[in-house]
Every structure is written in C-alpha cells, then in structure tokens.
C-alpha cells in the first residue's frame, strides 16, 4: 500500500457486469473480463479481492479462471485476498484453510475472508495455516449488509456485543506484533458510527466504497483512529469502467489519490460519489 496506494479493487464478475462489457455470460466471457481487469491493473493496485461465488457459479471451468487471476495477479507483485467467507468446524475447516492458506494450493492467496460466527475458535485451522504460510485472515466482523446487525450487534455474556467479542479475540491474536498482526477484521464503509472499538492492531477491510453508497469521506467518521489501518475496498465503481483497460486505470488511480487526501488530511475527496 505504501507503494501502490491504500485501495483494494475487488473482482465480482457478475452476470450483470459481463453483459455491461458485451461479454456473454459463460466461462469464456468470465476469462476475458477477469484477465482483463488483472492485465490492466496488476502493476498497479496494491490488493486484488476476487468474490470466489462468481466463479464458483461456472463450476471446475470458473475455478481455473480464478486460479489463473491469482497465479498473474501476485506475479506481478499485487497481493490476493479471497473473498469467500468460509466457516466451519474441524476437519472442514482445515480443509477449507488448505484450499487458501497452503502453499501449495493452486488457490493459495495472500489472505481469504472467513466468517466466525461458529465461534471464534472454530476458525484455529485457518489461523494457524495463515502463521505458517506468512499469509493472512480477514475475520467478519461488522459488515455493510443490514441483516448483519441481527447477530454481529447482538449482547454477549458481559455486555458486549457479539462483533466486540470478535475484535477482542483479534485483537488478542494480533497482541504484540509489529508493526501489526496478520488477522485482520471486516468492517462496513457505510455503516456510520460503529460502536465499537476498532483498535485490534491490525488490518481492517472496508468494503462498501462506491457503488453501496459509501466515498473515501465517509471513512474517518467510520474508522477514527483507526484510520491509518484501514484498507478501502471497491468493486462495481472501478469495474463499471472497464473494458477499457485504459479507463479502469484511470478510475483507480483516482480512488488513491482521493483516498491518500482523507489518509493524510491534505485535501477533501472531491469527484468521487457512491452509485
């Protein structure tokens, strides 16, 4: 991020967006888009989220897309974090960390997104798969969607809501590593006041810039001190520029600039608006 900008473009070729770019909605035209979008801005975007459910819709042709976007995608040098929210227990969930934390994986990433909500510990295996292979785990934590509030802030034992419990138990995994530990949380660009404290010493994914209705100034209301830590990501408002290679660029380079002025204080976010 210091060298590419603090922003992560996210990849969700949705059947909407294929046909927006004249692309027929099947394997070859998923191919076109995703290599596209990743010849255009590898060099370029410091963090590339590809939503694994879109490829997963086209079966064993869609997942070797996605292995192909991840492979030419940290080749030239961005880093991968997969979208895919996985949760479970045991075994599967050793499995499930297997498939994204494990070297060698053909889907092994930089980080993946996984959801607690089968309890903190239930997600062990892939904390401990990310301590081996240097990568890391971005945890749900308080995300956009308005059906997260019915559990995320819901009142544990003790008083604190249940997506507290979560960030505490980050922020206990990530306790005395620096410059920041490896465990990261998912924290909603939209949601205003969070009510929560944020400081978990490590990185916090802001997903909802752009086309739900959030802009890089919404970001210090949401985030507070923990500004600095915070990496914004968008998807639809970049991609909606697209096939022109030229254009996605462009509109990237502008969300850092506007971004880096909110980071650093040095100018307003001006030209940037949530659609």
């Known amino acids: ?14 059947a909407r967006l ?24 590898a060099e370029h975007t410091a963090v590339f989220k590809p939503q694994s459910a879109f490829f997963e819709r086209f079966g064993s042709r869609g997942v070797a897309v996605l292995e192909k976007a991840v492979a030419r ?74 059906e997260g509030a019915q559990v995320q802030r819901a009142t544990a034992a003790g008083g604190r809501s249940v997506a507290q419990v979560m960030l505490d138990a980050i922020a206990a995994e990530n306790e005395g590593v620096r410059p920041l530990g490896s465990v990261g949380a998912v924290v909603g660009a939209t949601l205003g006041e969070v009510g929560a404290d944020l400081a978990v010493n490590g990185p916090l994914l ?23 830590n915070v990496l914004p990501s968008v998807s639809r408002d970049v991609l909606r520029h697209g096939p022109d290679a030229g254009a996605l660029l462009k509109s990237v380079r502008d969300y850092v600039d506007h971004v880096r002025a909110v980071m650093t204080g040095t100018g307003e976010s001006r030209g940037i608006t949530g659609r």
């Open 73 to 146: 995608a940290r080749a030239a040098g961005a880093l991968v974090l997969m979208d895919a929210k996985r949760g479970d227990i045991g075994s599967t969930m050793a499995a499930y960390a297997a498939t994204y934390l494990d070297k060698d994986s053909p889907l092994f990433c930089d980080a993946v997104t996984v959801s607690p909500y089968l309890g903190f510990e239930s997600l062990r295996p892939a904390l401990d798969a990310a301590a081996v292979s240097g990568a890391g785990v971005f945890v749900l934590a308080l995300t956009s969607n308005p």
């Open 206 to 228: 802001a997903p909802g810039v752009g086309a739900q209705g959030a802009t890089p100034a919404d970001l210090p209301a949401v985030f507070g001190a923990a500004l600095p």
């Open 18 to 41: 294929l046909t927006d770019w004249g692309l027929p909605d099947d394997p070859g035209g998923l191919e076109r888009f995703t290599m596209t979008v990743v010849d255009a801005l």
């Open 1 to 14: 991020m210091d060298t590419r900008g603090q922003l992560c473009v996210g990849i969700d070729p949705h």
